[in-house]
């Protein structure tokens, strides 16, 4: 599998650290160049790289340093990524703030739990492939409401660029490993999820961002019964919407 291996998000965090802190930009890979020369300005091949982690908890992995200037870059690797989790009432406050309906939001509410409830009280639980057979009607309309201009930019700064917790945005993503990797920037992560705000789905979506529960529980164990109450945020093609932005990078750049 491309931009993958057998190897832990933290570790994988921690190569790209070591790579890059201390050494001089025209020391890196052709690909890190490419990316810094379009993150900072000025940027000289003697130019000294000063990396760290990121130890709070927002959505900047590690930090990239140069001139005294600070760079916040986010680490992604493998298949189906989960860019957001949060609590479920958490995110229906953040449907409120957005202008969502009442009448929409308990539709969501009643997507999220599949019990016929609004608040997972329900016995009789169905998977979300049963609830899209019966109801997709109703998640299109959700989806008509998810996917206006001004809320398709308030979930991407929410779920991709800020989080819950920082007044930093992330200024790229990098997807993949030390050997193998691609890059996106913020104004290009903004672009490629507006450009899929009309694409047809089944489920529920902001443009490239689809929001499911953590995990609906159909067994009732107790375990994960927890998890039922969690909004889940998931970039599945995120790969391919960087390549696809890599390719006009290219293009303009002839």
Not at 103 to 125: C, M, P, Q, T, W
Not at 199 to 208: D, E, P, V, Y
Request: proline share 3%; net charge neutral; aromatic share 12%.
């Amino acid at each position: 599998m491309p931009f993958n291996k057998d190897i832990n998000g933290f570790k994988n965090e921690n190569e790209f650290i070591r790579y890059l802190n201390g050494k001089k930009v025209g020391k890196v890979n052709p690909i890190f160049q490419d990316l810094l020369f379009k993150l900072y300005d000025n940027l000289s091949y003697k130019d000294l790289i000063f990396c760290r982690p990121n130890y709070d908890k927002q959505k900047s992995d590690m930090i990239i340093e140069i001139n005294g200037i600070e760079k916040r870059i986010s680490i992604k690797k493998g298949v189906k990524n989960s860019v957001h989790i949060e609590p479920f009432p958490m995110f229906i406050l953040f449907l409120k703030d957005c202008g969502i309906s009442d009448e929409i939001i308990n539709e969501v509410k009643l997507f999220h739990y599949g019990d016929g409830s609004a608040d997972g009280s329900g016995e009789a639980r169905i998977s979300s492939l049963e609830y899209k057979e019966k109801h997709q009607d109703k998640l299109d309309l959700i989806n008509y409401e998810f996917n206006k201009i001004d809320v398709v930019l308030k979930a991407i700064d929410r779920f991709v660029l800020f989080g819950n917790n920082s007044n930093e945005p992330i200024d790229a993503i990098i997807y993949g490993v030390l050997e193998d990797f691609i890059w996106i920037t913020r104004d290009e992560i903004r672009d490629v999820i507006l450009r899929n705000r009309n694409i047809k789905r089944t489920g529920l979506g902001f443009g490239s961002l689809f929001y499911q529960p953590m995990n609906r529980c159909l067994n009732h164990n107790l375990k994960y019964d927890h998890d039922r109450h969690i909004a889940q945020i998931k970039w599945y093609h995120l790969s391919d919407d960087i390549i696809e932005m890599m390719a006009e990078r290219n293009i303009k750049s002839t």
